[in-house]
Nanobody, 124 residues
Framework: QVQLVESGGGVAQAGGSLRLSCAASGRTFSSHAMGWFRQAPGKERKLVGAISWFDGSTHYADSQKGRFTISRDNAKNTVYLQMDSLKPADTAVYYC?????????????????WGQGTQVTVSS
């Protein structure tokens, strides 16, 4: 079992930046992938991006390319989401997720584990 705990959410102004962290604990998972999803009020949860724990390869949703960056720290079992040039439309609950078998499960929206979510609010 893997536990995921997000942190770093809060309020930012449009044009500003936030960095979210997701610390993973439980059994080790060298073959896993991790990712970030977000869910705005009244909307479905959508993929933001994902990263392979094995080689660090990344995948981003088209709408986030160029503004958001996912990275990992293997030693800390932590994945990060750096969000720059924030827009009010980025306001959502952001969820960390992990998959046992790699990026494809994250991209399909079927990870094995979810965090509890952290609220990000961008004011105009």
């Amino acid at each position: 079992q893997v536990q995921l705990v997000e942190s770093g959410g809060g309020v930012a102004q449009a044009g500003g930046s936030l960095r979210l962290s997701c610390a993973a604990s439980g059994r080790t998972f060298s073959s896993h992938a991790m990712g970030w999803f977000r869910q705005a009020p009244g909307k479905e949860r959508k993929l933001v991006g994902a990263i392979s724990w094995f080689d660090g390869s990344t995948h981003y949703a088209d709408s986030q390319k160029g503004r958001f960056t996912i990275s990992r720290d293997n030693a800390k079992n932590t994945v990060y989401l750096q969000m720059d040039s924030l827009k009010p439309a980025d306001t959502a609950v952001y969820y960390c997720a992990a998959a046992d078998l790699g990026l494809s499960a994250i991209i399909r929206g079927t990870p094995d584990y979810w965090g509890q979510g952290t609220q990000v609010t961008v004011s105009s």
